[in-house]
């Protein structure tokens, strides 16, 4: 039987080969999409993220585990859009406008997927009117926005101005090297997290 332990280690080593071939195996013995889903990839990204969060792995090692879980999850999600598994959320992430940086924010949106919500990567350079409009187009009940540049700080609060006068009901939590809980707290954003790890705690007590 398709071992789901050896599947979330799989997922921390970030070996992609052996992470594929249980999924498939898994998926083959007829096992269930959301049990191979929780059990296998994310407590795998579980354990990447507590251990990132204690210093204990750095970026490179999230990364990996990240790409691993990304190969596993392309031969997944067929069978669990069959099987109509709920996402935990549905969450857009996106860098501001003047702002190319999207290492972190790539980081942020690996985590919320490894935690089960659907994201929608906006990509860099994203307007406040994007932000709107993307929002409504989406539904989204998480907003995520990342800054690395004191000079960029300012569209944050420009795109929450924006999405608050269009009626978007989302929730917004920021991030970035120099963003603070402070800045969050001044430009009325639901909050901030320092690092990957707790931005995927964050969104979920959001939801
Ligand atoms: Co830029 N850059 N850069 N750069 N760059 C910084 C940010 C800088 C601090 C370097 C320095 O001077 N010491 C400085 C900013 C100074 C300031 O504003 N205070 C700077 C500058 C000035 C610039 C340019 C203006 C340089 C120039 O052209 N003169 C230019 C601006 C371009 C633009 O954006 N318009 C520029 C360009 C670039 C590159 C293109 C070369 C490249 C970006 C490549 C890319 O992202 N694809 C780059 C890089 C790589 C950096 C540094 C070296 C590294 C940034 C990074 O990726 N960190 C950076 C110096 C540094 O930090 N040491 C620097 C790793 C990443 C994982 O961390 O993004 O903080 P971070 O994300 C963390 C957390 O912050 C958090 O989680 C992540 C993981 O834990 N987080 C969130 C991030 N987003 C979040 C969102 C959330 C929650 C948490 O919720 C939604």
């Known amino acids: 039987m398709a071992d789901l332990k050896a599947l979330s280690e799989a997922i921390i080593r970030g070996d992609q080969k052996t992470a594929v071939e249980i999924t498939k195996a898994a998926i083959n013995e007829n096992m269930g999409p959301e049990k191979i889903l929780t059990e296998g990839l994310i407590a795998g990204m579980n354990v990447i993220g507590a251990r990132f969060k204690k210093n204990e792995v750095y970026i490179p090692e999230v990364l990996i585990a990240a790409r691993a879980m990304k190969m596993a999850m392309e031969i997944l999600e067929p ?5 109509g598994v709920k996402p935990v959320g549905k969450a857009m992430i996106g860098t501001v406008q003047g702002d190319l940086h999207d290492i972190g924010k790539n980081l942020v949106a690996m985590m919320l997927k490894g935690a089960g919500f659907e994201v929608i990567d906006m990509g860099v350079d994203v307007s406040p009117e994007k932000y709107v409009e993307q929002a409504k187009a989406t539904g989204a009940q998480i907003i995520g926005m990342s800054a690395l540049l004191t000079t960029t700080m300012p569209a944050m609060e420009k795109s929450i101005k924006a999405l608050k ?3 978007v009901k989302a929730k917004i939590m920021i991030g970035g090297a120099p963003v603070t809980q402070a800045y969050a707290d001044k430009i009325g954003a639901d909050g901030y997290s ?3 790890a707790s931005a995927v705690d964050l969104a979920k007590s959001l939801i």
Not at 79 to 83: F, P, R, S, T, Y
Request: charged letters at 25%; proline letters at 0%; aromatic letters at 0%.
């Open 79 to 83: 069978k669990l859009v069959a099987a």
């Open 165 to 167: 006068d269009a009626g």
């Open 194 to 196: 320092a690092d990957a």
